[in-house]
């Protein structure tokens, strides 16, 4: 087994063995609590540009199949993990957590201690970090940690939204539906499942140009995706809400969520280090309903930097927000995925509730 080291910006450096692809890549290093769903955290749009630790002990034990996707290949940028297991068993499986990361060239580190780095993550919050497997000096690769750029200063929707528009047809059987325009900030694969299964029809647009797309295209719906990095960088995102707020029903998950709240004159903070696992308490304040959540994101919306809404979510773990809708506007977005793949479905019925907003004009 080949050594491999993660540094961190710190100061501090963990040596374990490699797997995945051999070399070297740094990114921000933010952990996730979810127990299965591997290949989805990996392949989600919203990961790049950093690396993953998952919390669960042994990561790999069920392989990788050709369904369980959320983009068209790994996102991440580097992975870490107790033990990879090097035995996979599952009747769709079609090869091992080794082999995937090998054929997408990501970089992988086992065998370190993840409690003791979730930990670190968790009193000092998301820092920048390297996994190595060809440079071993801890000094050195500390100093290329620090050197990296803050996630903040990446233009990173660019590197995952697509460059073309596109219609997902995949299972639609009612052509019949509410036209819904996703703008792509870096999509996961389940948002359109969810859309195209409740009877929408769905056109995926880049964000580049989107307002004159949108107006060519004339949906009934518009539809801000998730995606990665500082949402105020997408200020195309934002120009596109200030120009349909009052024409068309808009709704937004995570990173839509947080680019609505900014064109509606709202501000948003970096939380210390993000919620990113599959069993956050969501409440929903109009029925007093309790959901268990996927959540994916390092930045939030100021509640109290809002006008003109109505709070309708927030997390029981820390109070923050977690959705939204407008007074008077056919305007409501959430910052938790109820798209939730593999889990949990506690919040599927949202986008029934958006699709109907749709069909109703």
């Known amino acids: 087994m080949k050594r491999a080291i993660l540094a961190l910006e710190d100061g501090s450096y963990f040596v374990g063995y490699s797997f995945g692809a051999e070399g070297e890549t740094g990114g921000e290093v933010v952990f996730n609590t ?3 769903g591997y290949q989805e955290i990996l392949t989600d749009p919203s990961y790049r540009g950093q690396i993953v630790v998952m919390t669960y002990t042994h990561i790999g034990n069920y392989g990788v199949n050709d369904e369980d996707v959320e983009s068209n290949k790994v996102q991440v940028n580097g992975f870490v993990v107790k033990e990879c297991s090097k035995h996979y068993s599952n009747w769709r499986a079609k090869k091992s957590l080794d082999e995937y990361l090998k054929e997408y060239g990501v970089v992988g580190i086992e065998g370190v201690d993840t409690r003791a ?4 993550i968790r009193q000092k919050g998301a ?3 390297i996994i190595s497997t060809v440079d071993l ?3 050195s690769l500390i100093r290329k940690a620090r050197s990296l750029p803050d996630i903040s200063e990446l233009n990173l929707v660019e590197e995952v939204a697509t460059k073309e528009e596109y219609y997902w047809d995949h299972g639609v059987e009612n052509h019949e539906g509410p036209l819904i325009a996703v703008v792509d900030f870096g999509v996961k694969y389940n948002i359109l499942r969810s859309l195209v299964s409740r009877g929408a029809r769905v056109v995926v647009v880049p964000p580049y140009g989107a307002v004159e797309r949108i107006r060519r295209i004339n949906p009934d ?9 500082d949402p105020q960088r997408v200020v195309e995102g934002i120009r596109l809400v200030r120009a349909f707020m009052e024409k068309k029903a808009i709704m937004g998950i995570c990173l839509g969520h947080q680019i609505i709240g900014l064109a509606l004159g709202g501000k948003t903070y970096k939380l210390k280090f993000g919620h990113h696992g599959g069993n956050h308490p969501v409440k929903d304040l109009r029925t007093g309903t309790i959901h268990i959540t996927a959540q994916n994101h390092n930045y939030a919306v100021d509640p109290d930097s809002l006008k003109d809404v109505q709070i309708t979510h927030i997390n029981l773990l820390d109070n923050t927000l977690e959705g939204f809708k407008h007074e008077h506007l056919p305007i409501f977005c959430v910052q938790f995925h109820p798209e939730a793949s593999p889990g949990p479905h506690d919040a599927l019925g949202i986008f029934e509730e958006f699709v109907n907003l749709c069909r109703a004009g």
């Open 137 to 139: 000096d801890p000094a």
């Open 34 to 36: 979810s127990m299965t």
């Open 221 to 229: 719906g518009i539809f801000l995706s998730n995606g990665p990095g």
């Open 127 to 129: 820092m920048k970090g």
């Open 117 to 120: 780095i979730v930990k670190r």
